[in-house]
């Protein structure tokens, strides 16, 4: 498509007030552990990883006709959560009936969507090496649960999704192995095009030290962002074959438009067909769940073509 930046009015924030606000979504209510519905299903459970040291909490939606046809295989979907979010977001605000839905109405094709809970990675391994949620995320988890659950083996049976900071996650980690991945998808993803410069270490008690600080450093190094940012992977690895889906509103509180516009730029250039949309909205879950349905219809028509 056209260059997005075109129709943009780029709304930039503060990178403090970024993470001030994501740290802050948290929810009020507990949500119990199994949620039924008359065919598809939510399971939730952990699976156990020598890499975290730790077990690792997942929900999967499992789809309407995964209890009745006990032989059948289905394609996966991996659905990062945001920051202040948690391994339960397709219960939380109703994105589960909106699934279910989509399922009776036709508009998708069935396949196993699963979230697993990352606190604040990124999804990514940590600068200090001492927090390997990526390794954890392509050696243990995904063979982890392919192997619990009846899934279509192959590339072109798995895809990655993610809102926010999920969606740098499904991003990174679909640029970094698209071997792994036939479709990445994002919504409003966490991504910045140029960090700001921080010159000191933060206090101990600071949003951006608790945040940031496990994961890229405090102050976070700039070369260790580069690097594995989504923008720094697609301008060089090989794509090919990757199909490609993001969006974010356009008045993002974040100014993650500017990083949107910037990705499908960097694509456009390099010839990398791909799909980016800038809509009216902000980053809630209202943009979230308005969106959703355009993510989902987009791996399931490549997951059933």
Same mark, same amino acid.
């Given at each position: 498509m056209t260059s997005l930046a075109r129709r943009l009015d780029v709304h930039r924030s503060s990178f403090a007030r970024l993470f001030i606000y994501l740290f802050g979504l948290l929810y009020l209510f507990h949500f119990p552990q199994f949620v039924s519905a008359a065919t598809a299903r939510i399971e939730c459970n952990s699976l156990p990883s020598k890499i975290l040291a730790h077990p690792v909490n997942y929900c999967v939606v499992l789809p309407p006709s995964y209890a009745e046809d006990k032989t059948r295989k289905f394609p996966i979907l991996y659905f990062f959560h945001g920051l202040g979010d948690n391994e339960q977001m397709f219960i939380h605000g109703g994105a589960f009936n909106l699934v279910q839905d989509l399922w009776e109405r036709g508009q998708i094709g069935e396949f196993l969507i699963v979230t697993p809970n990352a606190d604040a990675t990124f999804y990514i391994n940590s600068r200090d090496g001492k927090l390997r949620y990526e390794d954890f995320l392509a050696q243990e988890f995904l063979p982890g649960i392919e192997a619990r659950y009846r899934v279509a083996p192959? %590339? *072109?049976n798995r895809g990655v999704a #993610?809102? +926010?900071m999920g #969606? &740098?996650? $499904?991003l990174h980690l679909a640029f970094r192995h698209p071997q792994l991945f036939s479709a990445v998808s /994002? !919504? +409003?993803p966490a991504i910045i095009d140029k960090l700001p410069a921080f010159t000191a270490p933060a =206090? $101990? #008690? /600071?949003v951006r030290s608790r945040v940031l600080g496990a994961t890229f450093g405090s102050p976070p190094d700039p070369v260790f962002w580069d690097r594995n940012s989504p923008l720094t992977l697609a301008r060089t690895t090989n794509l090919s074959g990757l199909k490609i889906y993001f969006d974010c509103g356009d008045q993002d509180d974040f100014g993650f *438009? +500017?990083?949107? $516009?910037a990705l499908d730029k960097l694509l456009a250039s390099r010839h990398i067909p791909h799909e980016a949309h800038? &809509? =009216? #909205? %902000? !980053?809630d879950w209202q943009y979230f769940a308005e969106h959703l349905p355009a993510s989902l219809e987009f791996h399931s028509r490549l997951f059933h073509r």
């Open positions: 192959g %590339r *072109e #993610g809102v +926010s #969606g &740098y996650g $499904a /994002a !919504h +409003s =206090p $101990a #008690g /600071a *438009e +500017s990083g949107t $516009a800038i &809509y =009216p #909205g %902000r !980053h």
